[in-house]
């Protein structure tokens, strides 16, 4: 059997209860090096062995789970977050579709929900923003021209980059192509929920320099919008004077 488990966005804690149960079990673990915080490797038991994906192309790690499954051994393959945002979870599961191994995903916290917890924010704000727009930019990966940051910025949602740290002078001549104004507030949070973790507080017009000056270009998420500013409504839900399925509203008297 295999488990894909996503590890959560770095802190060692941060991976689910499930997650953790599957990594005590394991017999073999492929983790991805370069996100993975190492201390979570401690809960696996005597004798398992680990692997690195980083070093390892596609066709290794399948090969390593198929070599596994046959001596009916538990692997897990741990990713960072949660394995469906940028994972490349997609080709291995159909890689062990072909060979008829069982495997099962288990969900992890993603890089930007501890990235919000970081910001001590909330990403979809009444009459500011109901909707998160998760994209990156172009880089050696291709983006369909679709999705590029100019065509997602028309929504003036919010809009959570990842993979982009790289690419920041881009980004902000994308987002002004689109229609963001220079002013709108952004943040970049480098390794989020990690010791090491950074906040930079900016604007889309500041982005690349205040990046630039924090030394920030990887494992970083960028965030844009007016989400990030100080104007909302309250929600309906907890307006004392709505009504919900739980609770009858308070009519105000004037
Ligand atoms: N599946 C992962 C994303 C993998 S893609 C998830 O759900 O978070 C790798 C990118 O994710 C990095 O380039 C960076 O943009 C982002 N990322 C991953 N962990 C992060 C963290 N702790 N803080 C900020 N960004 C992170």
């Not at 499954?69 to 062990?96: C, F, N, W």
């Not at 480098?190 to 604007?203: D, G, H, N, P």
């Amino acid at each position: 059997m295999v488990y894909f488990v996503g590890a959560g966005p770095g802190a060692e804690d941060l991976i689910t209860v499930r997650g953790q149960r599957y990594l005590e079990m394991a017999d073999v673990v492929i983790y991805a090096g370069s996100l993975v915080n190492k201390a979570l490797l401690k809960a696996v038991k005597k004798g398992c062995r680990i692997y690195n994906s980083a070093y390892m192309a596609l066709e290794e790690v399948i090969g390593v789970m198929e070599e596994a499954e046959g001596k009916g051994l538990v692997t897990v393959r741990l990713h960072t977050g949660d394995p469906s945002i940028y994972g490349a979870v997609r080709e291995q599961m159909d890689e062990l579709k072909k060979r008829g191994i069982a495997f099962s995903v288990c969900p992890g916290v993603s890089s930007f929900c501890g990235a919000a917890a970081s910001l001590q924010m909330e990403y979809t704000l009444p009459e500011v923003s109901q909707s998160i727009i998760i994209s990156r930019a172009e880089g050696r990966t291709p983006v369909p021209e679709r999705e590029s940051i100019q065509k997602l910025a028309v929504h003036q949602a919010t809009m959570i980059l990842f993979l982009s740290s790289g690419l920041a002078g881009k980004v902000k001549e994308e987002l002004l192509a689109g229609g963001y104004q220079a002013e709108t507030p952004a943040a970049v949070v480098f390794k989020a929920t990690w010791e090491e973790e950074k906040i930079v507080c900016t604007t889309v017009g500041n982005l690349p320099e205040d990046m630039e000056r924090e030394g920030i270009d990887k494992t970083a998420l960028i965030i844009v919008g007016n989400v990030l500013g100080e104007e909302y409504q309250k929600s309906k839900l907890y307006d004392a004077s709505f009504t919900t399925g739980y609770r009858k509203g308070i009519q105000k008297l004037d």
